[in-house]
């Protein structure tokens, strides 16, 4: 009953890491830009939360520790995001080869500043990549004792305002109209740049976030140098599975965060111990699921249909 | 090219701009001095007393050595680490030809070094043959990306990084058996089969470096291979044009989703050679315990895109991000994290971003901009036409 406990627990964790950065590429997909970015805002945002959570004093009150975390980590993730924005809006850069700079420039800023900042405090004698906060992430927590954090309910809120923003205002429906037909919305009068600069740093904030989320899950001190394992890259996977649509996007992350608390808790299960399969082939499992789902919903896919095509007002 | 007709009326500059192969010259050298100057600044915000010392450490490398001896051998280090790095960025350009982003040379790579060392630790094989096992173990994976994006539309950057996480843990749980007890490193060549150590053909005697061996010239010569390829065979053709529109070559007849698969496992194939050439080599032992996919497949992407996407540029690119890369792990930690140069790396990378648009700038100040713009034909490899969104 406990293991069970414990795998809910650490399923609503990483479903809430993998709900919130899939909502991100949703809405920069949505506008028309590809973010395969994602991991290196994550790992952005993650630096900026944890920056906060390492520094704040922990008498503050919980929910003041909590937005303080979450604002860094906006806005980090959100400063960090304009990189692709300047490139694929402005100059009309390979959407796929921003991201990827981004992810590898993300993890070695990170390193870099965190490193810098050890060696400065310590004199040079603490060269390590690593941001402790054990007090201050309990103050997160819904119940002591768990991984029930505010988190979770903060997921809720802006999926829930993630559907609506898309599916029920004029923003939204503009913005889709960006990823579908850039020509058309333009020649109502939408600026395509203006709205596409809108998904991208929706998309940051929400990374920034997912990358906070996930360097709090179930741990009290984040490595930059390790990053976030792939979960920028997952959570792609998840959009892709949940068709660019905010509820479908939920249901793929609690399947993906079933199969990844699985590599934490699978030894209390007894007839999971009885399968006798070794630790990495869990921790492959989030992958392997992943590459099958994918091979089963890409051919039909509903990608937006402008997505990675620099808007050419002169196409119009 | 293009613009013969009208380069009677242009000075030395305008004409020297008209010339492609200077235009990708120009615009890498640009993201280099960019880059470096944005590395320089961030080492002038840590610690301003020790910048240009850092800047000259990661810029000299192994000149700052003390003797002849040691230069020679501090060189034929980074030359160990070129090799690979040189296949890393051959299979990555290899598939944009084809229009693919083959991000899956880093797990191609770790898969490689697995079946290499497999063959070498387990075995007890002779270096021919675990070189061949690396080959074919990268040349799996590339099969798998490319398959499932020829006949299932599963977006190979993803599938790819999939993958690379998947041959991470592979490799680990695989080699964790072939470790000198209580140590994280796999055995080293010499102490459990010299006969897997790739001939040195006395390039070990010039350098004063045991670990310099055939590597480096075999790296040299799949670049000058791929370039043939590309350039003057029905199959290089065949692949350009894939890349350049997927439907149109259809229509012309090519089997396009056999010329993808057939690309990704090329590209598979030279990430997994690039892992034998290092790992057998005995220059560095595989540790067991490493949580991140190695960095050598996602450095090729640099080395790639800074050379052109040319194979001859990426001998050069692909010295000079480990040029950089070896200078700035010999920054003092003291003052500076080692990471600075890959900071620098994935700069450039991205400034390589903006290659496109640096180029038509020169373009036009050559004075030469066309109206059918045929030249950015020839440098667009992903043009937005035959990508036609919704490619996932």
């Given at each position: 009953m406990q293991q069970i406990m414990l795998l809910i627990q650490y399923t609503l964790v990483y479903a809430s890491v993998l709900t919130l950065v899939a909502l991100g590429g949703c809405y920069s997909e949505r506008s028309g830009v590809i973010n395969i970015g994602?991991?290196?805002?994550?790992?952005?945002?993650?630096?900026?939360g944890a920056l906060v959570l390492g520094c704040i004093s922990p008498d503050l009150p919980g929910i003041v520790i909590f937005l303080a975390a979450v604002l860094a980590a906006i806005v980090f993730g959100m400063l960090f995001s304009l990189l692709l924005g300047v490139a694929a809006i402005n100059f009309k850069a390979d959407?796929?080869?921003?991201?990827?700079?981004?992810?590898?420039?993300?993890?070695?800023?990170?390193?870099?500043?965190?490193?810098?900042?050890?060696?400065?405090?310590?004199?040079?004698s603490n060269n390590s990549a690593e941001i402790a906060y054990t007090a201050t992430r309990e103050k997160l927590l819904l119940a002591q004792g768990t991984e029930f954090s505010m988190f979770m309910i903060l997921t809720a809120i802006i999926l829930a305002a993630a559907y609506v923003l898309l599916y029920k205002t004029r923003f939204g429906l503009r913005l889709m109209a960006c990823g579908e037909h850039p020509q058309a919305a333009n020649s109502v009068g939408i600026s395509v740049a203006k709205m596409r600069y809108a998904g991208v740093l929706i998309s940051g904030a929400l990374g920034g976030i997912g990358g906070l989320v996930y360097i709090t899950a179930g741990v009290s001190k984040a490595n930059f140098e390790v990053g976030v394992a792939g979960f920028g890259f997952l959570a792609l996977a998840v959009m892709i599975f949940g068709q660019w649509k905010p509820h479908r996007i939920v249901l793929a992350a609690l399947l993906f965060g079933v199969f990844r608390a699985l590599a934490n808790v699978n030894n209390g299960f007894d007839f999971l111990t009885a399968l006798n399969l070794p630790q990495p082939v869990y921790n492959m499992l989030p992958y392997i699921i992943s590459l099958i789902v994918l091979a089963f919903t890409s051919k039909n896919s509903h990608a937006?249909?402008?997505?990675?095509?620099?808007?050419?007002?002169?196409?119009? | 090219m293009e613009t013969?007709?009208?380069?009677?009326?242009?000075?030395?500059?305008?004409?020297?701009?008209?010339?492609?192969?200077?235009?990708?010259?120009?615009?890498?050298?640009?993201?280099?001095?960019?880059?470096?100057?944005?590395?320089?600044?961030?080492l002038l915000i840590i610690n301003p007393s020790h910048a240009g010392e850092g800047m000259s450490t990661i810029l000299k490398n192994f000149m700052t050595r003390n003797s002849e001896k040691l230069r020679l051998k501090s060189l034929g280090n980074t030359l160990v680490k070129t090799a690979p790095l040189l296949l890393c960025s051959l299979s990555i350009l290899f598939a944009y030809k084809a229009g693919l982003f083959n991000i899956g040379a880093a797990g191609q790579y770790v898969l490689g070094a697995g079946a290499a060392l497999y063959c070498a630790l387990a075995l007890n094989m002779p270096w021919y043959v675990c070189l061949l096992a690396a080959v074919l173990a990268g040349a799996v994976f590339g099969a798998i990306s490319g398959a499932l994006k020829a006949y299932l539309n599963v977006n190979e950057v993803i599938s790819c990084i999939m993958l690379n996480w998947i041959s991470l843990y592979t490799v680990n749980s695989v080699l964790k058996d072939f470790c000198p007890v209580g140590y994280k490193d796999t055995f080293t060549?010499?102490?459990?089969?010299?006969?897997?150590?790739?001939?040195?053909?006395?390039?070990?005697?010039?350098?004063?470096?045991?670990?310099?061996?055939?590597?480096?010239?075999?790296?040299?010569?799949?670049?000058?291979?791929?370039?043939?390829?590309?350039?003057?065979?029905?199959?290089?053709?065949?692949?350009?044009?894939?890349?350049?529109?997927?439907?149109?070559?259809?229509?012309?007849?090519?089997?396009?989703?056999?010329?993808?698969?057939?690309?990704?496992v090329i590209a598979g194939s030279l990430a997994g050679l690039a892992?034998?050439?290092?790992?057998?080599?005995?220059?560095?032992?595989?540790?067991?315990?490493?949580?991140?996919?190695?960095?050598?497949?996602?450095?090729?992407?640099?080395?790639?895109?800074?050379?052109?996407?040319?194979?001859?540029?990426?001998?050069?690119?692909?010295y000079f991000i480990q040029h950089i890369t070896d200078g700035g792990a010999s920054l003092d930690t003291r003052f500076y994290p080692v990471q600075i140069a890959d900071l620098i790396s994935a700069i450039i990378i991205y400034l390589c971003g903006f290659v496109l648009f640096i180029k038509l700038k020169m373009l036009k100040a050559?004075?030469?901009?066309?109206?059918?713009?045929?030249?950015?034909?020839?440098?667009?490899?992903?043009?937005?036409?035959?990508?036609k969104g919704g490619d996932k």
């Open positions: 994602l991991e290196g805002i994550m790992v952005m945002g993650a630096l900026g959407q796929t080869l921003a991201g990827t700079a981004m992810n590898m420039l993300g993890l070695a800023l990170a390193t870099v500043i965190v490193k810098a900042l050890n060696i400065a405090a310590s004199g040079g937006p249909k402008a997505e990675g095509i620099p808007y050419d007002k002169s196409t119009r | 013969k007709s009208v380069q009677k009326d242009k000075n030395f500059f305008q004409k020297l701009l008209a010339h492609p192969g200077f235009r990708s010259f120009a615009a890498a050298l640009a993201c280099i001095l960019i880059g470096l100057l944005i590395g320089y600044i961030v060549l010499v102490s459990k089969n010299p006969s897997a150590m790739l001939p040195t053909l006395g390039l070990d005697g010039i350098f004063g470096n045991s670990s310099v061996t055939i590597a480096i010239p075999i790296s040299i010569l799949i670049a000058v291979a791929i370039w043939i390829i590309l350039t003057k065979t029905k199959f290089g053709y065949e692949i350009k044009a894939t890349g350049y529109n997927r439907n149109a070559a259809k229509y012309c007849g090519m089997r396009e989703k056999q010329n993808i698969i057939l690309t990704m892992a034998a050439l290092l790992f057998l080599s005995d220059f560095s032992q595989w540790d067991i315990n490493q949580s991140s996919v190695p960095t050598m497949g996602f450095n090729g992407i640099a080395a790639s895109f800074l050379g052109g996407l040319h194979p001859l540029g990426a001998i050069f690119s692909a050559s004075g030469g901009i066309p109206q059918k713009r045929p030249d950015m034909e020839a440098d667009i490899k992903h043009d937005a036409e035959n990508k």
